[in-house]
T-cell receptor, first 111, second 111 residues
Framework: TQLLEQSPQFLSIQEGENLTVYCNSSSVFSSLQWYRQEPGEGPVLLVT?????EVKKLKRLTFQFGDARKDSSLHITAAQPGDTGLYLCADVYSSASKIIFGSGTRLSIRP | SQTIHQWPATLVQPVGSPLSLECTVE??????LYWYRQAAGRGLQLLFYSIGIDQISSEVPQNLSASRPQDRQFILSSKKLLLSDSGFYLC??????????FGSGTRLTVV
């Protein structure tokens, strides 16, 4: 059974600071996705990465997929209070039509 | 456009009572449907997924069951709730390789 571990579990930083959160898998990802979830709502997809070494940018967010496709990082530049939320990585099993989620990183940005 | 409806939004049930949560999708045909459970501030655990009517796959043995009586309807049930069934339940759908779309969730508290 694949295990997706995210670190840190909790992170609280000041507005304007930079941060990086990590996702590590016990096995090679089929296809990796990052989601953000706000309290009381469902997760919203941020990005999908497929190729080892791939880097994608979404405004102030930079997503990096490890060369071996077993780890990923999400870097946020100049964090803003609107970035607050639970960040989830996930592996997409297209053959089995299901997604397995990581444990999540809860991010809090202080004004 | 496609929409997903999940209800109720919140539910407080006594231990030993039955449960029925409903999820419906509009605007698409033959979607893959999913039930996830989320503990407070943590990642999502896949409970059930379905690729067609009456085709249900269970990921975790437990006190819950799922049914898909119609193409766009997915129901999560329990005959007798346990305290450990408390959590945030999310329904999601996808078609082919499109990203998941999540419902707004049901907050279940078993007392």
């Amino acid at each position: 059974t694949q295990l997706l571990e995210q670190s840190p579990q909790f992170l609280s930083i000041q507005e304007g600071e930079n941060l990086t959160v990590y996702c590590n898998s016990s096995s090679v990802f089929s296809s990796l996705q990052w989601y953000r979830q706000e309290p009381g709502e469902g997760p919203v997809l941020l990005v999908t990465v497929v190729t080892g070494g791939e880097v994608k940018k979404l405004k102030r967010l930079t997503f990096q997929f490890g060369d071996a496709r077993k780890d990923s990082s999400l870097h946020i530049t100049a964090a803003q209070p609107g970035d607050t939320g639970l960040y989830l990585c996930a592996d997409v099993y297209s053959s089995a039509s299901k997604i397995i989620f990581g444990s999540g990183t809860r991010l809090s940005i202080r004004p | 456009s496609q929409t997903i409806h999940q209800w109720p939004a919140t539910l407080v049930q006594p231990v030993g009572s039955p449960l029925s949560l409903e999820c419906t999708v509009e605007g698409t045909s033959n979607p893959n449907l999913y039930w996830y459970r989320q503990a407070a501030g943590r990642g999502l655990q896949l409970l059930f997924y379905s690729i067609g009517i009456d085709q249900i796959s269970s990921e975790v043995p437990q006190n819950l069951s799922a049914s898909r009586p119609q193409d766009r309807q997915f129901i999560l049930s329990s005959k007798k709730l346990l305290l450990s069934d408390s959590g945030f339940y999310l329904c999601a759908w996808s078609v082919d390789v499109r990203p998941y779309t999540f419902g707004s969730g049901t907050r279940l508290t078993v007392v």
